[in-house]
């Protein structure tokens, strides 16, 4: 069981980026999957997530406005479209699953954790 963060880069404030997160060795159809970031120095952070169907999603109110989680189960593949994209977005961002059923927001409660991909918001 595999996940694999990409998409990440270098963008200017108010830039878009869209991460990818490919999974390998199981479908991620059977998964919720949540996007967490983690910050020099800081904890790491939720960030969104999106139930194995796709009709649940959860994001904190400073970031459902700017960020945008979508799956495309055909591709065994998560996204999250980032916009409106500030210097406090940088961070190392990670795709995690899990099999439980709901939509969560602490690391805890998910299983599997791919490796991240670094964005960076500077001027």
């Known amino acids: 069981v595999q996940l694999q963060a990409s998409g990440g880069g270098s963008v200017q404030p108010g830039g878009s980026l869209r991460l990818s997160c490919a999974a390998s060795g199981f479908t991620l159809d059977q998964y919720t999957i949540g996007w967490f970031r983690q910050a020099p120095g800081k904890e790491r952070e939720f960030v969104s997530a999106?139930?194995?169907?796709?009709?649940?999603?959860y994001s904190p109110d400073s970031m459902k406005d700017r960020f945008t989680i979508s799956r495309d189960n055909a591709k065994n593949t998560l996204y999250l479209q980032m916009n409106a994209l500030k210097p406090e977005d940088t961070a190392v961002y990670y795709c995690?699953?899990?099999?439980?059923?709901?939509?969560?927001?602490?690391?805890?409660?998910?299983?599997?954790w791919g490796r991240g991909t670094l964005v960076t918001v500077s001027s």
């Open positions: 995690a699953a899990t099999g439980r059923l709901g939509v969560f927001y602490h690391s805890y409660e998910y299983d599997y």
């Open positions: 999106i139930s194995y169907s796709g009709d649940s999603t």
